[in-house]
């Protein structure tokens, strides 16, 4: 067992605020010179619940969105405290604390990539977007398709089938029977 109780507080707070098994997590902690077996068994003992603490992502998310910065980490501390429980340890406020700061820290850096890397999504689309419309090149706007197909499968998984935008179409079968150059006027009227 460690002998720093901080040590296991902020291996729970990991798992308690991520999606993660006993091997990631030992893996992710293995300087700590904690064995997988007592890892595991802290998880099993004391009933350490894996992403217990996620719900609360969706507020923290919104919290963002609302640029609420100077005061986000108060909020999510709040939120936290009122959902923690951790049984008997000594120094129980010094505990309290320390659990909360850590699974505020990893939820709102959670919170934090994910509306940096979707903004960034928009900004790149935004700039390929420009590229694909002022270009002849079929391979630029292929870049910008294939940009805008990963982006869709981002947020809306993997799908066959978006549906197509022009009613007149009903399916890939009148595509795929469509000339050259009835596909290009299709394409041209369609701008």
């Given at each position: 067992?460690?002998?720093?109780?901080?040590?296991?507080?902020?291996?729970?707070?990991?798992?308690?605020?991520?999606?993660?098994?006993?091997?990631?997590?030992?893996?992710?902690?293995?300087?700590?010179?904690?064995?997988?077996?007592?890892?595991?068994?802290?998880?099993?003992?004391?009933?350490?619940?894996?992403?217990?603490?996620?719900?609360?992502?969706?507020?923290?998310?919104?919290?963002?969105?609302?640029?609420?910065?100077?005061?986000?980490?108060?909020?999510?501390?709040?939120?936290?405290?009122?959902?923690?429980?951790?049984?008997?340890?000594?120094?129980?406020?010094?505990?309290?604390?320390?659990f909360i700061n850590e699974v505020a820290t990893e939820l709102m850096f959670s919170c934090v990539s994910k509306h940096f890397l979707a903004k960034e999504m928009v900004s790149n689309l935004r700039i390929a977007k420009e590229f694909a419309v002022s270009s002849e090149h079929i391979g630029t706007n292929k870049t910008y398709h294939d940009m805008l197909t990963s982006t869709y499968q981002t947020i809306h998984g993997k799908q066959t089938n978006i549906g197509l935008i022009n009613p007149t179409i009903t399916d890939n079968k009148e595509l795929e029977n469509m000339s050259s150059e009835e596909l290009l006027e299709f394409i041209n009227n369609s701008n």
């Open positions: 067992m460690a002998k720093d109780q901080t040590v296991k507080l902020k291996i729970r707070a990991f798992y308690e605020s991520h999606n993660t098994s006993v091997k990631q997590l030992y893996d992710r902690f293995d300087k700590y010179d904690i064995s997988y077996k007592t890892i595991a068994y802290w998880i099993k003992n004391e009933n350490w619940v894996k992403s217990k603490y996620n719900e609360l992502q969706d507020a923290i998310d919104a919290l963002i969105v609302d640029e609420v910065s100077s005061s986000i980490d108060k909020k999510v501390k709040t939120m936290v405290s009122k959902k923690v429980v951790l049984g008997e340890i000594e120094d129980k406020n010094r505990a309290e604390d320390y």
